[in-house]
């Protein structure tokens, strides 16, 4: 079966990090930019950030730039989100996105081959 799988979600204090992970299953990841969107209760599903197959490229929302880190290890066939300083608006669902080759932009904008299952990040104040 072909599918993205995340963890690393949870309840965490404002101020304190958490990183995500996602990993593929039935297809070779390093081959695919990967991002993550998030959804918050009643708001619009948001690009938070991505990065390029070859691992040369990234992009980040405005919200969460200097904050937030992704990286890939293909070693491990597996992307990380390193959320630092969270804040209660980061509160969502993060859902790991596949798009085949180096195509970050077109990631950003709603490109995809696969969809995760999300994971939960919720920040208390």
């Known amino acids: 079966q072909l599918q993205l799988v995340e963890s690393g979600g949870g309840l965490v204090q404002s101020g304190g990090s958490l990183r995500l992970s996602c990993g593929a299953s039935g297809f070779n990841l390093d081959y695919y930019s990967v991002g993550w969107f998030r959804q918050a209760p009643g708001k619009a599903r948001e690009a938070v950030s991505c990065?390029?197959?070859?691992?040369?490229?990234?992009n980040y929302a405005d919200a969460v730039k200097g904050r937030f880190t992704i990286s890939r290890d293909n070693a491990k066939k597996t992307v990380y989100l390193q959320m630092n300083n969270l804040k209660p608006e980061d509160t969502a669902v993060y859902y790991c996105v596949a798009l085949f080759d180096n195509r970050c932009p077109a990631l950003f904008t709603g490109g995809h081959d696969y969809w995760g299952q999300g994971t939960q990040v919720t920040v208390s104040s």
């Open positions: 990065i390029g197959s070859r691992g040369g490229t990234t």
